[in-house]
T-cell receptor, first 114, second 113 residues
Framework: QQQVKQSPQSLIVQKGGISIINCAYE??????FPWYQQFPGKGPALLIA?????SEKKEGRFTISFNKSAKQFSLHIMDSQPGDSATYFC?????????????FGKGITLSVRP | SQTIHQWPATLVQPVGSPLSLECTVE??????LYWYRQAAGRGLQLLFY??????ISSEVPQNLSASRPQDRQFILSSKKLLLSDSGFYLC????????????FGEGSRLTVL
């Protein structure tokens, strides 16, 4: 059972366009939703994260939109650049407790064409 | 912030041979440590996590084992590798209270032939 589902599976965007990646979760106990960015041959790195008490968080060109009732959240990359080409993972966790762990989506490959 | 060191970076091993991947963490103390495996199209699969020295929890039954001999050292091992053990292995360290904030190493790519 996949608790965190990403869509689409891959995405191609022209330079300057908006990239939108969606994520849906099942466990209503999740209360922390990060996005990770991974370049080829490297480990993932935290890009931006949101908690369910806010509906949107913006950091530079990256925005997370969160819809608690629909159990969905999305990553928007404004003015997409070729340097944004990477694999993006959404994830979810329950912050409380020593055994809290991140559950990742399968990842989506974003290609930004020059 | 934390720095996660993993080695070796790449490894080619025959089926049936042993494995040892090592991870060390700088910049924090008493972190939660994790081993993930990444396979194409399957995302990041959590294999083991540890909340302290000698404390290991396994997420999936498999041919691998993990150990934490020191606070900031995490080791992934196997006595006999299988073809299905091939993959990209990532060590990660938690940031404490905010367990969603993981710092990942550069990964170890294992090919079993």
């Amino acid at each position: 059972q996949q608790q965190v589902k990403q869509s689409p599976q891959s995405l191609i965007v022209q330079k300057g366009g908006i990239s939108i990646i969606n994520c849906a979760y099942e466990n209503t106990a999740f209360d922390y939703f990060p996005w990770y960015q991974q370049f080829p041959g490297k480990g993932p790195a935290l890009l931006i994260a949101i908690r369910p008490d806010v509906s949107e968080k913006k950091e530079g060109r990256f925005t997370i939109s969160f819809n608690k009732s629909a159990k969905q959240f999305s990553l928007h990359i404004m003015d997409s650049q070729p340097g944004d080409s990477a694999t993006y993972f959404c994830a979810a966790s329950m912050r409380s407790g020593a055994n809290s762990k991140l559950t990742f989506g399968k990842g989506i490959t974003l290609s930004v064409r020059p | 912030s934390q720095t996660i060191h993993q080695w070796p970076a790449t490894l080619v091993q025959p089926v049936g041979s042993p494995l040892s991947l090592e991870c060390t963490v700088e910049g924090t103390s008493n972190p939660n440590l994790y081993w993930y495996r990444q396979a194409a199209g399957r995302g990041l699969q959590l294999l083991f996590y540890s909340v302290g020295i000698g404390q290991i929890s396994s997420e999936v039954p498999q041919n691998l084992s993990a150990s934490r001999p020191q606070d900031r050292q995490f080791i992934l091992s196997s006595k006999k590798l299988l073809l299905s053990d091939s993959g990209f292995y990532l060590c990660a360290s938690g940031a404490g209270v905010n367990t969603g904030e993981l710092f990942f190493g550069e990964g170890s790519r294992l090919t079993v032939l």
